[in-house]
């Protein structure tokens, strides 16, 4: 199943990823640590160690370095001493029989009679692996290349008990689109939600991150522009330690010490603030939002004013101090993070919140959607302090027929917002004058819906997944109803970037005119 999915700003990513680095034998012991903690392993525990791990000093160092190797991949389970997995490597290396390698008579003679034979000064020289060579390199670098028209979308998936990230290319996606998976990122955890940031981590001016929300209680924020990434590249709170508590008689029960500031569940929400980009928002299945520096790796701020699961939070897109959260205790909540101290203001809905989101090109308006397939407009002008005053939604609107998971706001289109359902059903929205109407409605073949997002760089091309694991486009242009209504956005869209890509021509030939005049006369 795909459970979320976020799009890559255009020039975002690099040409060319990089190649992830081997990890260290630092970082193969932190990672075989680690998973040691999540399976309740105390890794500091004299009893522990005796049950669970092996002692380095006693085995050899191939099986110790095979195993360091199986962990760092994920791939190995907890070791038991003298179990069958030492056993079993220490068996295979015996097979192997790698002492006495040198020794064997099966060698390869490289000095027979064939091919060896023909001897050439150089490999430029070599019809048989000239252009073989030439060849291979060039259709490796063609396939790790993203091109700068290149559209980049990311799907959390999860699929026979793995969980990985998918980052995918969109060739054309204006026109006869080619899609395919330009590399993936193994996670460790269930993901349930993600959120594309540009936040310079690793220094310099951006950079092209994506953050994780899981089963877990950690938020991991990995690089999207190296391939083949074994560990993230920031782990925002999460699990600091586990033990069993033995008990006589009894079954033996976990204690957790989380790091500080973490949440202590699973984390359902994450919103990215475009306009501070070293912030980022949490919600969690433990009640609590919070508010996230990832320059530094600290919790800013801490929020509990649900009393219940909280699914999804939004920053405002004009304001950006101002925060949404909405929870499974039927209400959302408004927080200004420029005066903390004030409680915000409350919104009840009639079941629990799925998603929500800011309406971009009104500062004032959001949209809510809920677990009974109800979508309902706010305007936050109306709210009040009032705890026993009811505010009355703009509109309610009984879109699905089953929980309305995702929605997502036309980015150029005014009044079009799209929603996926449970029903398996995604539909296109007229809010115009507050008075929703139903102008598309397609089953794009994805299973129930569970994430769905339009582009900003394509803004009329949405992608969607859900429970059957297919990533689906769909250029809503394509449907008459849309074009007809919306078409005109996309028109002035157009000019507009071709008016753009016009001024920087002109700027480049301008300097360019510069140039050659101080060359031809430098006094000038």
């Known amino acids: 199943m795909i459970s979320a999915i976020s799009w890559v700003p255009k020039g975002s990513s690099k040409a060319v990823p990089s190649a992830a680095d081997p990890p260290s034998k630092e970082e193969i012991e932190e990672i075989k640590k680690t998973v040691l903690v999540e399976q309740g392993v105390d890794v500091e525990s004299e009893e522990d160690d005796e049950d669970m791990s092996v002692d380095a000093s006693k085995q050899p160092a191939e099986i110790e370095q095979a195993l360091g190797a199986a962990n760092a991949l994920g791939k190995a389970s907890t070791r038991k001493a003298g179990g069958s997995d030492l056993r079993d490597i220490a068996d295979g290396l015996d097979e192997l029989n790698m002492d006495d390698y040198d020794d064997e008579d099966d060698a390869i003679d490289i000095f027979g009679s064939g091919l060896g034979d023909t001897f050439y000064p150089s490999n430029e020289l070599d019809p048989y692996i000239k252009d073989k060579d030439d060849d291979e390199d060039s259709e490796e670098l063609e396939d790790v290349i993203i091109k700068a028209d290149d559209a980049v979308v990311v799907c959390a998936r999860n699929e026979d008990d793995m969980s990985h990230l998918e980052v995918w290319i969109v060739e054309d996606p204006e026109g006869d689109s080619n899609m395919y998976v330009h590399h993936d990122i193994l996670i460790p955890a269930f993901p349930l939600c993600t959120a594309w940031l540009d936040c310079p981590i690793k220094g310099g001016e951006k950079g092209n991150f994506i953050a994780v929300g899981s089963m877990e209680p950690a938020i991991e924020i990995w690089d999207l522009d190296i391939m083949d990434e074994v560990q993230p590249s920031l782990i925002l709170g999460g699990v600091a330690e586990k033990k069993k508590k033995k008990k006589k008689g009894k079954k033996a029960e976990k204690s957790i010490?989380?790091?500080?500031?973490?949440?202590?569940?699973?984390?359902?929400?994450l919103s990215w603030n475009k306009g501070y980009r070293n912030?980022?928002?949490?919600?969690?299945?433990?009640?609590?939002?919070?508010?996230?520096?990832?320059?530094?790796?600290?919790?800013?701020?801490t929020m509990d004013h649900h009393t219940d699961k909280v699914q999804a939070v939004a920053w405002n897109h004009h304001e950006h101090e101002v925060l949404l959260s909405g929870s499974f205790d039927h209400t959302v909540v408004m927080r200004d993070g420029r005066v903390p101290t004030h409680l915000g203001f409350k919104w009840s809905v009639s079941a629990d919140v799925e998603s929500l989101a800011w309406d971009p090109h009104e500062q004032h308006s959001f949209v809510v959607s809920l677990e009974d397939g109800t979508v309902v407009g706010f305007d936050i002008r109306t709210a009040t302090s009032n705890p026993s005053a009811e505010l009355k939604p703009n509109f309610t609107l009984h879109a699905h027929d089953k929980a309305v998971c995702a929605i997502s706001y036309n980015p150029i289109?005014?009044?079009l917002l799209a929603t996926g359902s449970q029903d398996k059903m995604v539909k296109l929205w007229d809010l115009s004058n507050n008075q929703p109407s139903c102008i598309a409605s397609q089953n794009r073949k994805a299973g129930a819906i569970f994430s769905l997002s339009f582009s900003q760089d394509c803004p009329f091309l949405l992608a969607l997944g859900g429970s059957k694991g297919n990533?689906?486009?769909?250029?809503?242009?394509?449907?008459v109803a849309i074009s007809r209504r919306f078409g005109k956005y996309a028109v002035q869209n157009?000019?507009?970037?071709?008016?753009?890509?016009?001024?920087?021509?002109?700027?480049?030939?301008?300097?360019?005119k510069l140039n050659l005049t101080h060359k031809s006369n430098p006094t000038k």
């Open 471 to 479: 990533l689906e486009l769909w250029d809503t242009l394509s449907d």
């Open 279 to 301: 912030i980022l928002a949490s919600a969690s299945a433990d009640k609590l939002v919070k508010i996230w520096d990832v320059a530094t790796g600290k919790c800013k701020l």
């Open 413 to 415: 289109a005014p009044n």
């Open 257 to 269: 010490k989380y790091k500080e500031d973490s949440h202590t569940d699973a984390v359902l929400g």
């Open 494 to 512: 157009k000019i507009r970037f071709l008016l753009d890509k016009l001024v920087l021509f002109s700027r480049k030939a301008r300097n360019l």
